[in-house]
C-alpha cells in the first residue's frame, strides 16, 4: 500500500513562495506518474503539475513559470515549488501517485493514491 503525506502548505501573501513536500513510503511501481492536485471550495480538483519516473514534467498552464514539481528518488519525495502566489492558487493541495506512465500523466481518476491534502492560503 502506497501512503502520502503532504507537508509545507500554509498562510502566504500574494506574490510569495511556499514548497511543498509529499513523503511516499514507497513508489506503486517501478514505472510511475506523481502529480499534485488542487481544488478550491466549489470547484473541481485539477492538476497542477506532474513528473513521471523518468523526470519528465508536465504543468498547467495557470501554473507555468511559476511552480516546478521535483522529485528526490533516494528520500521518496515529491515537492512543488510554488513563487509568485495569487489569491487564485488558494486552495488544498493534494499529491497523488499511480502505477505506470500514461500521456501526460493522465488526470485525476487516473491516479490510485491520494494524500490527505495541505491547504495552501493566498492573501492579497
Known amino acids: 500500500q502506497v501512503q502520502l503525506q503532504e507537508s509545507g502548505g500554509g498562510p502566504v501573501n500574494s506574490g510569495g513562495s511556499l514548497t511543498l513536500s509529499c513523503g511516499a513510503s514507497?513508489?506503486?511501481?517501478?514505472?510511475?506518474?506523481m502529480g499534485w492536485f488542487r481544488q478550491a471550495p466549489g470547484k473541481e480538483r485539477e492538476k497542477v503539475a506532474s513528473?513521471?519516473?523518468?523526470?519528465?514534467?508536465s504543468y498547467a498552464d495557470v501554473v507555468k513559470g511559476r511552480f516546478t514539481i521535483s522529485q528526490d528518488n533516494n528520500k521518496k519525495t515529491l515537492y512543488l515549488e510554488l513563487n509568485n502566489l495569487k489569491p487564485e492558487d488558494s486552495a488544498v493541495y493534494y499529491c497523488?501517485?499511480?502505477?505506470?506512465?500514461?500521456?501526460?500523466?493522465?488526470?485525476?481518476?487516473?491516479?490510485?493514491?491520494w494524500g490527505q491534502g495541505t491547504q495552501v492560503t493566498v492573501s492579497s
Open positions: 513528473i513521471n519516473s523518468f523526470g519528465t514534467t
Open positions: 497523488a501517485a499511480m502505477r505506470g506512465i500514461v500521456w501526460d500523466c493522465g488526470i485525476a481518476r487516473d491516479y490510485e493514491h
Open positions: 514507497k513508489y506503486p511501481s517501478d514505472d510511475y506518474c
